[in-house]
């Protein structure tokens, strides 16, 4: 079921969904519970293109989420693939064209603190936004990028809080990179998020995000980093996801 650009948006206009969600890599399953309503490919929509990561399904959905319509999202597009900030941002603009109020934006993320372990879900409450990309200066400079009242709703859940570093990838960090930001504070790192939030407060979104701990970062296990570890661990968090997506879009 797969539908035309203009049969998605008439039906999300009908729909006027509230929330919208991004899952990334390896996550697409947290959702599997909710009733699609309409969806489209990703290779449908004006402006932007299908994934080319393993574990992004490259689809956006319209489900009936506990709260009422929502957006979902199946996997995103990065700059390490040679993207544009509009691509990247593309869905966010058009969450915000539909109406959608809140985005939850996950990810899946090394884990630096030594305390995460693989298939750990992690609130995140600051992010160090550390990737090249162009004409950064459209993004705004937002102070509080996460929403207060969302972050306070995770607390009560006792979720664990912590600071997310983007960085441009393709490849995997070095163990030094991954020692340097371990100074800094950074909890976890990966390649994406930071940028779509930033639009996504820029437009107006309350916005939360949470990382899918699925490796130890560089250098702080004996495993090599495999993408494929990174989709297989992401299924450790999958479950609690479920209810996190759940509180949030409560
Ligand atoms: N580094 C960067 N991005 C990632 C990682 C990592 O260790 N794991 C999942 N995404």
Redesign the pocket.
């Known amino acids: 079921m797969s539908h035309s650009f203009q049969d998605f948006t008439e039906c999300a206009r009908a729909a006027a969904p509230e929330s919208a969600l991004v899952l990334g890599?390896g996550l697409s399953g947290a959702t599997d519970h909710l009733r699609v309503l309409a969806s489209i490919a990703y290779a449908d929509i004006p402006g932007l293109v299908p994934p080319t990561v393993a574990g992004h399904r490259g689809r956006l959905d319209l489900c009936e989420s506990v709260s009422g319509p929502a957006l979902v999202a199946h996997g995103r597009v990065h700059f390490y693939e040679g993207h544009s900030i509009d691509r990247v941002t593309r869905l966010i603009n058009l969450f915000a064209e539909f109406g959608a109020k809140r985005l939850l934006l996950t990810?899946?993320?090394?884990?630096l603190n030594p305390s995460l372990e693989p298939g750990d879900l992690m609130v995140i409450d600051r992010h160090w936004k550390l990737l090249n990309g162009e004409d950064w200066k459209r993004l705004g400079e937002p102070t509080r990028c996460y929403s207060a009242a969302g972050l306070d709703t995770f607390r009560r859940l006792s979720a664990r809080f912590g600071g997310y570093a983007a960085?441009t990838?393709p490849c995997?960090?070095t163990p030094a990179e991954?020692r340097a930001l371990a100074a800094y504070g950074v909890d976890?790192?990966?390649?994406s998020t930071a940028v779509e939030a930033e639009a996504a407060v820029e437009l107006g979104l309350d916005v939360l995000a949470i990382s899918c701990?699925?490796?130890?970062?560089?250098g702080l296990s004996a495993n090599p980093?495999s993408?494929a570890e990174?989709e297989i661990n992401a299924q450790l968090g999958i479950a609690r996801l479920r209810t996190m997506i759940d509180t949030a879009f409560a």
């Open positions: 890599s990810n899946a993320a090394g884990g960085l990838g995997y960090e991954i976890a790192v990966g390649m701990i699925t490796n130890k970062a560089a980093l993408h990174v």
